[in-house]
């Protein structure tokens, strides 16, 4: 069983950046590709950025590229979202999930942190 825990979200301007962490509560994170997704009320959980375990590649949601960044680290068995020029409609609960399967959809991820909000306000 893997433990997800999740933290660093908060209320910022536009333009604003915030750091959301990711940490497993036993030394496994690193084993799986882990994946973060966000979700509005009423609206299905979308998928944000993706990190396989086995390398540092990386993809992201079109609507995010060249705005977040995923990083890990292995050390420290976290996972790391650094967000930058946040927008208004970037405000969502931010979910890490981690999964043996890598994949963009959120079906296939087994586990799941508690949720971070993040709203930016304009």
């Known amino acids: 069983q893997v433990q997800l825990v999740e933290s660093g979200g908060g209320s910022v301007q536009a333009g604003g950046s915030l750091r959301l962490s990711c940490a497993a509560s036993a030394r496994t994170l690193s084993k799986f590709n882990v994946a973060w997704f966000r979700q509005i009320p009423g609206k299905e959980r979308e998928f944000v950025a993706i990190?396989?375990?086995?390398?540092?590649?990386?993809a992201y949601a079109d609507s995010v590229k060249g705005r977040f960044t995923i990083s890990k680290d292995n050390a420290k068995d976290t996972v790391y979202l650094q967000m930058n020029s946040l927008k208004p409609e970037d405000t969502a609960v931010y979910y890490c999930?981690?999964?043996?399967?890598?994949?963009?959809?959120?079906?296939?991820?087994?586990?799941w942190g508690q949720g971070a909000q993040v709203t930016v306000s304009s």
């Open positions: 990190i396989p375990w086995y390398d540092p590649t990386t």
């Open positions: 999930a981690a999964s043996i399967s890598l994949t963009t959809s959120s079906s296939s991820y087994p586990y």
